[in-house]
T-cell receptor, first 114, second 110 residues
Framework: DVKVTQSSRYLVKRTGEKVFLECVQDMDHENMFWYRQDPGLGLRLIYFSYDVKMKEKGDIPEGYSVSREKKERFSLILESASTNQTSMYLC?????????????FGPGTRLTVL | AQRVTQPEKLLSVFKGAPVELKCNYSYSGSPELFWYVQYSRQRLQLLLRHISRESIKGFTADLNKGETSFHLKKPFAQEEDSAMYYCALRKNTNAGKSTFGDGTTLTVKP
C-alpha cells in the first residue's frame, strides 16, 4: 500500500518566517508534487519534481521553492511566509509509467500564517 | 495550455436519485482523464481513469472527445458518495503533471 506522509497536519507560523513542509513517499516513485487546496480554487500545482534534484514550476510557484535531494523526500519551502499563503498543502507522488501514473496523496498540512 | 472546467461547485441530490458531475476540458492533443475523490477527513484518492473503462463504487465516466467532456455518473446515489470530486487531465505525452478542475462538492441527502 502506497504511503505518502507529510511532516505536520497543522502548522501555525508568523509572517516573515521561513517554513519547511516535508513529504516522504515509500514506493520509489519518480514523480512528486506539491499542491495548494483552497475553497473555490480547487487544486493548484505549485511545483513538480520528476527525479532527484529535478524540479519544474507549476501554476503558482511564486513565493515558494522546493528541494529534492533524495528520491523519497520532497520539501516545500516558504522563504518568507505571508498571510496569503495560509492554505491546505497537499503532497503527492506517482510512478512515471504511462497507464500506471495514478497520483497518491498525503493527508495534507493545514498552514496558517498570522 | 490545457484546462479543466467543473461548472458546478455544489451539487445536491437525494439518495437513490441519479447523479452526474460535469467535467469539460480543453486540450488540443489526446488526453488522459481522471476523477479523484476526497471524502470527509480522508486524503484525496483516485476514483477512476478513462483508460480503465471500469466502474468504481457504481460510478462510470465516458470520455467524449467530440464534446471534450468526461462526466461522472452514477444511476443511484448513496449517502456515502457525499464528497469533493475533482476531474483531472494529463497530457498523453507526459507521465507526470495533471491539471485539476476546481472541484464539485456532492451532497447526497437521505
Amino acid at each position: 500500500d502506497v504511503k505518502v506522509t507529510q511532516s505536520s497536519r497543522y502548522l501555525v507560523k508568523r509572517t516573515g518566517e521561513k517554513v519547511f513542509l516535508e513529504c516522504v513517499q515509500d514506493m520509489d516513485h519518480e514523480n512528486m508534487f506539491w499542491y495548494r487546496q483552497d475553497p473555490g480554487l480547487g487544486l493548484r500545482l505549485i511545483y513538480f519534481s520528476y527525479d532527484v534534484k529535478m524540479k519544474e514550476k507549476g501554476d503558482i510557484p511564486e513565493g515558494y521553492s522546493v528541494s529534492r535531494e533524495k528520491k523519497e523526500r520532497f520539501s516545500l519551502i516558504l522563504e518568507s511566509a505571508s498571510t496569503n499563503q495560509t492554505s491546505m498543502y497537499l503532497c503527492a507522488s506517482s510512478p512515471r509509467r504511462f497507464g500506471a501514473d495514478t497520483q497518491y496523496f498525503g493527508p495534507g498540512t493545514r498552514l496558517t500564517v498570522l | 495550455a490545457q484546462r479543466v472546467t467543473q461548472p458546478e461547485k455544489l451539487l445536491s441530490v437525494f439518495k437513490g436519485a441519479p447523479v452526474e458531475l460535469k467535467c469539460n476540458y480543453s486540450y488540443s492533443g489526446s488526453p488522459e482523464l481522471f476523477w479523484y475523490v476526497q471524502y470527509s477527513r480522508q486524503r484525496l484518492q483516485l476514483l477512476l481513469r478513462h483508460i480503465s473503462r471500469e466502474s468504481i463504487k457504481g460510478f462510470t465516466a465516458d470520455l467524449n472527445k467530440g464534446e471534450t467532456s468526461f462526466h461522472l455518473k452514477k444511476p443511484f446515489a448513496q449517502e456515502e458518495d457525499s464528497a469533493m470530486y475533482y476531474c483531472a487531465l494529463r497530457k498523453n505525452t507526459n507521465a507526470g503533471k495533471s491539471t485539476f478542475g476546481d472541484g464539485t462538492t456532492l451532497t447526497v441527502k437521505p
